[in-house]
């Protein structure tokens, strides 16, 4: 059965496609100039408030190597889903700067980048024309809906100092801590 979210990749695979797209996205974050990159906490910010508003070209400003060959293959979904990403960005922590390399921790709360996927699902879910399928999809839609509202997810980043301007040069995903309601 296909997602009723993207309508393209089966269910069991769209959280993580989608995890997959995020963490793509934050390992993009590179070239920000120097004065967009004066610390690892500005790139980090100056990458999210360009997801946020879907600018790709400003996305791609601030990336280097793979991580801007992920931005150029993004699909018309994940066009639809970057700015929701941007959206769910909220803070950085734990930034430990040793020389000419960092670390820091990226916060996202997965409420926002639901609210996305599920206003875009919902475009998607109305081309099933089978009613059991489009039923399964949208059942699918709302429990990932309610399981993504109670997340907070964490990324591992880190960085590089290059020429003065701080580069992203990996990510990782971390635990995905349970909201407190």
């Known amino acids: 059965m296909r997602c009723g979210v993207c309508g393209i990749i089966p269910v069991n695979m769209c959280r ?3 995890l997959m797209l995020v963490l ?3 390992m993009s974050l590179g070239l920000a100039g120097t004065a967009l990159a004066a610390s690892p906490v500005d790139t980090i910010k100056a990458y999210f408030a360009a997801a946020a508003k879907g ?3 400003g996305m791609k400003k601030l990336t280097t190597g793979r991580a801007n060959e992920d931005i150029n293959k993004a699909t018309p979904r ?5 700015p929701g990403i941007g959206a769910a960005f909220q803070k950085v922590t734990d930034v430990k700067i040793t020389g000419d390399k960092a670390t820091a921790i990226a916060h996202l709360d997965a409420t926002k980048l639901a609210k996305v996927m599920w206003d875009t ?5 109305a081309k099933i024309t089978d009613p059991k399928q489009r039923a399964q999809a949208e059942k ?3 429990d990932m809906y309610k399981k ?5 997810w964490k990324l591992k980043v880190e960085l ?3 020429g003065g301007a701080w580069l992203i040069s990996n990510t990782e995903p971390l635990k995905k801590d349970k909201k407190v309601k």
């Open 140 to 142: 699918f839609m709302k």
């Open 160 to 162: 590089v100092k290059k």
């Open 55 to 57: 600018d790709l070209e």
């Open 24 to 26: 793509a996205l934050v």
């Open 16 to 18: 993580r496609k989608m």
């Open 121 to 125: 699902g919902k475009v998607n879910l």
């Open 148 to 152: 993504m509202a109670l997340e907070i």
């Open 78 to 82: 994940d066009k639809q889903i970057i």
